[in-house]
């Protein structure tokens, strides 16, 4: 069964940093784009990270450049997002998807997870 999970998620003070997860199952992620998404309520869904299967090249949204880090680890069939200097604004579901095309996409991607929660807030 293909499938892929989030976690490390939860509340941090603004400042704070956490690495979110996503790993999978029932399929090798080393070749899929895998793109991090996150929706705050109220908001439309925005992506936030991206990292290609064909050569590893990573993308971000500006507003988190130079704060966020996406990296895989094929031993692990894992990739993760880490988070630097987050801020309020940051606060949202935080969800994960795999393209087998390998090019990172907007929108389009094969399989999505149910998403993990990050809260920042003093």
């Known amino acids: 069964q293909v499938q892929l999970v989030e976690s490390g998620g939860g509340l941090v003070q603004p400042g704070g940093s956490l690495r979110v997860s996503c790993a999978a199952s029932?399929?090798?992620?080393?070749?899929?784009?895998i793109g991090w998404f996150r929706q705050a309520p109220g908001k439309e869904r925005e992506g936030v990270s991206c990292i290609s299967g064909s050569d590893d090249s990573t993308y971000y949204l500006d507003s988190v450049k130079g704060r966020f880090t996406i990296a895989r680890d094929n031993a692990k069939n894992t990739v993760y997002l880490r988070m630097n200097r987050l801020t309020p604004e940051d606060t949202a579901v935080y969800y994960c998807?795999?393209?087998?095309?390998?090019?990172?996409?907007?929108?389009?991607?094969?399989?999505w997870g149910q998403g993990t929660q990050v809260t920042v807030s003093s």
């Open positions: 029932g399929f090798s992620l080393n070749s899929y784009a």
């Open positions: 998807a795999a393209r087998w095309a390998g090019t990172c996409h907007r929108t389009n991607y094969n399989y």
